[in-house]
């Protein structure tokens, strides 16, 4: 940490002298909303709602529908998304400090000017212009909301830093930003009963209770160019997550991790905005990202169903390539799958990338089982599909298609123009799909989402989804416990109660949850990782034969390149406390990042 603050100064310096340079915040205007019973409006834009989904159609110039959507829905984007988002990354690497006011002020300064600002120039006109209609209309200050336009890049940027020093063995921030993580799929024609090209979608990602807080979808009317249509949050403008166009044209973002990582790049929301704005066709659409350039590990999933056409662009810094929809289907989770682009590919943790690959072949499971006769309430139950192939049985966060943290559902059918969006709170695939249409002129029939089965797992997920946000290792600890009263099968729950309590130097515990989680039903890396980790457990409690054969019993579980090198090393040496202030963990995956 004191090499990292010796950069801090000139960061800080650096920052205090660009922002000068930065565009003005300009005042917020004030005009009249007129409200009737149904609707609201404000200048040429509307806003209705639809269950639990705020529907907003905005007409004009980029800045005017900035406005439009930033006055009619002021209230929300102030208490939803849009605070929690542009402080993330900051507030993420500052986290567990305490009281260290001066070391928090420096990260923060450190991050904003090393990792948020280099993205900030490369955005397009349109795309400021948007961001500055909702800043007039909002208060929130422009230099805060483009933060939020380059939260996944920047987090992009700051895993593959924190990742370098790991692997130097320096000091790094408690805590790392987490990832995108999302699952999707296009299947052709061919597949489906109506014979009609679908492209489903899930959005996973922190942030739950802000988010979906207040689901929007936004119909784009500009006075030039196509319309277009976006599924997103309140405040969270640009169409760079999940859209589709009056061409046809379906587009959904997917983060992989790459070695290859620039702040020179574009950031991608603002990208793929672009294409969807302006792409009438797929190779538009790869034209324009090629010439933007992607600053990070992207894969675009993008359908076209006039020419019949899907491809995945996969990108890094450096690289895009290209897969393409040769017979049935496209899948996309979070891992690169074009040879070359694996080379370039950062493995994380063993469970995160175990976990994509699990999800990516569950859903070509299903596609497969259900070609040629798949239908629109087949691939919504898809995308809400909660088994654990590997376990044979339903789990909540992983190993499954949807997961506690799916903040966003679609099924498009874009031949029709039609498409349906997951009405409900997290996992929102787990709700009722609304159906809508990008004209708006037709009324569409709802379809149930896949329910999960057990209460006493819903309850435990909602323990452990507040247990993620907060900041109190001793309150975490709690609602971990609450998690496993409801959920005792669940292995996530005990690798994270059985790390925190290590760091609180609570040994005797952790010696428990660590037996306690060795003989639960679970994958064989995770197994292995209890029997480590309850090695490191019992050496430090001084019971070193035992500790001995618990490495003895990982090395007989799993194989796997890290399990190894742990179990090996804590045959040949008693692991001592004072190492526990180097661990570092996903508490997302309850798996490993540094020992």
């Not at 120039?121 to 795309?127: E, L, N, R, S, V």
């Not at 961001?131 to 380059?150: E, F, M, Q, R, S």
């Not at 040949?572 to 996903?586: G, S, T």
């Amino acid at each position: 940490m004191k090499k990292l603050l010796k950069i801090l100064g000139f960061g800080l310096l650096s920052l205090n002298l660009s922002c000068s340079s930065l565009p003005k915040e300009t005042k917020n205007p004030l005009e009249q909303i007129i409200i009737t019973e149904n609707k609201k409006t404000f200048d040429k834009g509307t806003l209705e709602k639809r269950d639990n989904i705020h529907v907003l159609h905005l007409r004009g110039t980029p800045y005017e529908m900035g406005l439009q959507h930033g006055m009619l829905l002021k209230q929300e984007i102030k208490e939803g998304a849009v605070p929690h988002y542009t402080y993330f990354i900051e507030n993420s690497v500052s986290k567990n400090l305490k009281d260290d006011e001066f070391t928090k002020f420096f990260l923060k300064s450190f991050v904003n000017y090393y990792y948020i600002l280099p993205f900030q120039p490369k955005i397009p006109k349109d795309a400021k212009d948007e961001i500055k209609g909702l800043v007039d209309a909002t208060g929130i200050p422009y230099n805060t909301y483009l933060k939020l336009v380059t939260i996944p890049d920047t987090g992009s940027a700051l895993v593959n830093e924190v990742y370098n020093f790991l692997e130097k063995d320096l000091e790094v921030f408690e805590n790392i930003p987490s990832s995108l993580g999302c699952s999707g799929f296009i299947i052709s024609k061919k597949g489906t009963k109506n014979k009609k090209l679908m492209h489903g979608r899930n959005l996973d990602y922190q942030g739950v209770g802000f988010w979906d807080k207040s689901p929007t979808i936004i119909f784009y009317h500009p006075n030039k160019g196509q319309k277009y249509v976006s599924i997103t949050s309140a405040g969270v403008g640009l169409a760079g997550l999940t859209a589709m166009n009056e061409s046809g044209l379906t587009l959904a973002l997917h983060q992989n991790h790459s070695t290859e990582v620039s702040t020179s790049g574009t950031p991608i929301m603002a990208i793929n905005n672009e294409v969807i704005r302006n792409a009438h066709n797929i190779d538009e659409a790869i034209e324009i990202i090629t010439k933007l350039k992607p600053s990070a590990g992207w894969s675009i999933l993008i359908s076209d169903w006039k020419n019949q056409k899907a491809v995945v662009v996969e990108t890094s810094s450096e690289k895009i390539k290209i897969r393409k929809l040769e017979k049935k289907h496209l899948v996309a989770t979070n891992h690169y799958i074009i040879e070359e682009m694996k080379k370039t590919e950062r493995n994380l943790t063993p469970i995160r990338n175990i976990e994509s690959k699990v999800r990516y072949n569950r859903l070509e499971q299903l596609l497969n089982q259900q070609f040629g006769i798949l239908d629109i309430q087949s691939a919504i139950k898809f995308l809400g599909d909660n088994y654990d192939p590997y376990l044979k049985k339903e789990r909540v966060f992983i190993n499954t298609i949807t997961k506690g943290s799916n903040l966003s559902s679609v099924l498009f059918v874009p031949e029709e123009g039609n498409f349906w969006v997951a009405n409900g709170k997290v996992p929102a695939s787990n709700s009722t799909y609304i159906g809508f249409n990008i004209n708006d002129s037709i009324k569409l029939p709802n379809y149930d989402g896949n329910k999960l089965k057990s209460k006493n797992k819903i309850s435990a997920m909602n323990y452990y989804l507040k247990a993620s946000d907060e900041e109190s290792i001793q309150k975490t600890l709690d609602l971990l416990e609450k998690c496993i009263q409801e959920d005792p099968e669940e292995p996530l729950y005990y690798n994270d109660m059985g790390f925190l309590l290590l760091k609180e130097k609570k040994f005797e515990k952790a010696l428990y949850i660590f037996q306690k989680a060795t003989n639960l039903e679970q994958t064989s890396y995770r197994k292995a990782l209890n029997y480590v980790w309850l090695g490191h457990v019992q050496d430090i409690l001084n019971h070193r034969e035992e500790a001995k054969e618990s490495y003895k019993k990982a090395l007989q579980t799993s194989r796997m390149p890290t399990i190894i090198k742990s179990a090996n090393n804590g045959l040949n040496f008693k692991y001592k406390k004072e190492r526990i202030k180097k661990l570092k963990f996903d508490f997302s995956l309850g798996d490993v990042i540094r020992e």
